[in-house]
């Protein structure tokens, strides 16, 4: 009964520590945007100094989670829950990847006026930010409809992707400068769809987690 005990006091540090994680990427997400908005330099570059943090307790969850199952053995529903912790917690990693590689492109485009302010690459960011909070909630409280509901914001997130592919295309003629910054910016909102991507990745673990069966919400 103590192993028992032990075990899911484990399996809540555990729970714990990717909360933790999820709510330092969903930061970085908010930063990166926000540093490519105001071409703010010191932002950008305290974003991608972030990630180092985010690696480690990725090593850590994945530690912690197979330490669990080797020493543990857990049932088939607990060993759902630690595989589902480990898929997590790579996706967050990947996640906090391309907040770095949106905080990059603002310092590649080093402070130069933007073509137009950011209007649509705003709301795929909130929109991937909620999304990544909604997975995490879907995670802690077992809620496979919550999970379930990603979905639909993943296509809101895709439609949003779209208007900035074509509004690229729209803007772009023979000035490399703008031609580049645009192919930059469009950059920008493919990484926030991926984001989006991962999110729902995230859904369609909580969704196995709970139920045991597997659903595609990334169609």
Same mark, same amino acid.
């Given at each position: !009964?103590?192993?028992?005990?032990?075990?899911?006091?484990?399996?809540?540090?555990?729970?714990?520590?990717?909360?933790?994680?999820?709510?330092?990427?969903?930061?970085?997400?908010?930063?990166?945007?926000?540093?490519?908005?105001?071409?703010?330099?010191?932002?950008?570059?305290?974003?991608?100094?972030?990630?180092?943090?985010?690696?480690? !307790?990725?090593?850590?969850?994945?530690?912690?989670?197979?330490?669990?199952?080797?020493?543990? $053995?857990? !049932?088939?529903?607990?060993?759902?829950?630690?595989?589902?912790?480990?898929?997590?917690?790579?996706?967050?990693?990947?996640?906090?990847?391309?907040?770095?590689?949106?905080? #990059?492109?603002?310092?590649?485009?080093?402070?130069?006026?933007?073509?137009?302010?950011?209007?649509?690459?705003?709301?795929?960011?909130?929109?991937?930010?909620?999304?990544?909070?909604?997975?995490?909630?879907?995670?802690?409280? $077992?809620?496979?409809?919550?999970?379930?509901?990603?979905?639909?914001?993943?296509?809101?997130?895709?439609?949003?992707?779209?208007?900035?592919?074509?509004?690229?295309?729209?803007?772009?003629?023979?000035?490399?400068?703008?031609?580049?910054?645009?192919?930059?910016?469009?950059?920008?909102?493919?990484?926030?769809? $991926?984001?989006?991507?991962?999110?729902?990745?995230?859904?369609?673990?909580?969704?196995?987690?709970?139920?045991?069966?597997? #659903?595609?919400?990334?169609?």
């Amino acid at each position: !009964m103590d192993n028992r005990i032990n075990f899911h006091q484990a399996l809540d540090q555990l729970q714990e520590k990717l909360l933790e994680m999820g709510g330092q990427v969903q930061d970085m997400i908010v930063q990166a945007v926000k540093a490519l908005a105001r071409q703010d330099e010191k932002l950008a570059r305290q974003t991608i100094a972030q990630d180092d943090r985010i690696d480690e !307790m990725t090593l850590t969850i994945e530690e912690e989670s197979l330490r669990l199952i080797a020493l543990q $053995r857990p !049932m088939a529903s607990d060993l759902r829950i630690i595989s589902a912790a480990l898929k997590i917690a790579t996706d967050l990693e990947r996640i906090a990847d391309h907040a770095v590689d949106i905080a #990059k492109i603002c310092l590649r485009l080093n402070g130069e006026e933007l073509v137009k302010p950011l209007e649509t690459i705003p709301q795929m960011a909130e929109l991937s930010q909620i999304m990544l909070r909604e997975s995490l909630l879907a995670f802690t409280e $077992r809620d496979v409809h919550r999970a379930a509901a990603l979905a639909e914001k993943d296509d809101q997130v895709d439609k949003l992707y779209s208007g900035v592919a074509n509004e690229s295309l729209q803007l772009m003629g023979s000035d490399f400068a703008v031609n580049r910054q645009l192919t930059q910016l469009l950059l920008t909102a493919h990484f926030l769809e $991926r984001v989006a991507d991962h999110t729902t990745n995230i859904g369609e673990g909580v969704i196995y987690m709970v139920t045991g069966k597997r #659903k595609d919400l990334n169609i």
